[in-house]
């Protein structure tokens, strides 16, 4: 699930896969601006199945946020 | 200039600054998180007051609120410099979330190209300033190899020409309905 949240990330941010970890923020990164958070947010929520409420877009700073909502989406 | 109309989206909507906004804009301005590359203000609220006045005598020249759709004020937008059809998009300065800062930009591009009809919006940002061009990229902007200094600053140029910001307008507004 790691693996595959970095490959995302990479592919829509644009960048090598030794610059990402989970503990990316988005400070640390120049290339995720703002609206390659949005596309981060719905590749994310395509390819997991799962819906990050709106008033908690702004709240993700680092790719390791995203995993509290993968989680919840985890089969048993 | 003082735009008399609100200019409404779906997340924010658009409204000329008033003095009355001066309190939030100078808030706005001196917050560390958010200056780092605009032109510093001194913390003094009847210079800012005096500055917006000023503003809203300047011929060409408009400066907006954004707004929540609940009303609250996120942040400010401007075109500027408005000459021979072409207009500057700056002064964006914004604590809204990623939805509600991209969709102010297509509203202010919007009002440019259709309601002012001006053929180019272009923007200037502090070459460091990484991940703004990178939004202005991502956006659809062309940037290019062209720097100005500016207040001590090396500022790179991004345009967007009216022929190509149909199809841009198209992808970003679909990002807008995801998320609506």
């Known amino acids: 699930m790691e693996d595959k949240l970095i490959q995302i990330a990479t592919n829509v941010l644009g960048i090598k896969k030794e610059n990402i970890s989970l503990n990316s923020s988005r400070e640390d ?3 995720w601006d703002s609206l390659a958070h949005l596309n981060l947010i719905s590749e994310i929520e395509e390819q997991f199945g799962v819906k990050i409420p709106f008033e908690e877009i702004h709240k993700i700073r680092k790719l390791s946020d995203f995993l509290k909502y993968v989680n919840k989406n985890k089969p048993l | 200039m003082i735009y008399d109309n609100v200019l409404k989206g779906k997340f924010v909507n658009l409204r ?19 200056n780092k590359y605009i032109n510093k203000v001194d913390n ?50 914004s604590i809204g979330n990623s939805v509600q800062n991209l969709e102010s930009v297509i509203i202010l591009h919007d009002f440019g190209f259709y309601e002012l009809g001006l053929d180019l919006i272009y923007s ?24 100005t200094e500016y207040n001590n600053f090396i500022l790179q140029k ?8 149909k199809n841009i307008r198209k992808k970003n507004i679909e990002l807008i309905n995801y998320f609506s």
């Open chain 2, 158 to 165: 991004a345009i967007i020409k009216k022929e190509g910001y």
């Open chain 2, 44 to 93: 003094d609220l009847e210079k800012q007051i005096l500055w917006i006045k000023n503003q809203q005598k300047a011929e060409n020249d408009y400066y907006f609120l954004i707004e929540s759709i609940e009303g609250n004020p996120l942040g400010t937008i401007s075109l500027y410099n408005i000459k021979n059809s072409e207009g500057e998009f700056g002064r964006w300065v």
């Open chain 2, 124 to 147: 200037e940002t502090v070459r460091e300033n990484k991940k703004v061009l990178n939004f202005h990229k991502r956006f659809g902007a062309t940037i290019l190899n062209d720097f």
């Open chain 1, 29 to 31: 990164i120049d290339e």
């Open chain 2, 16 to 34: 000329s600054v008033l003095t009355s906004d001066s309190e939030f804009i100078l808030k706005l301005r001196l917050d560390e998180n958010l």
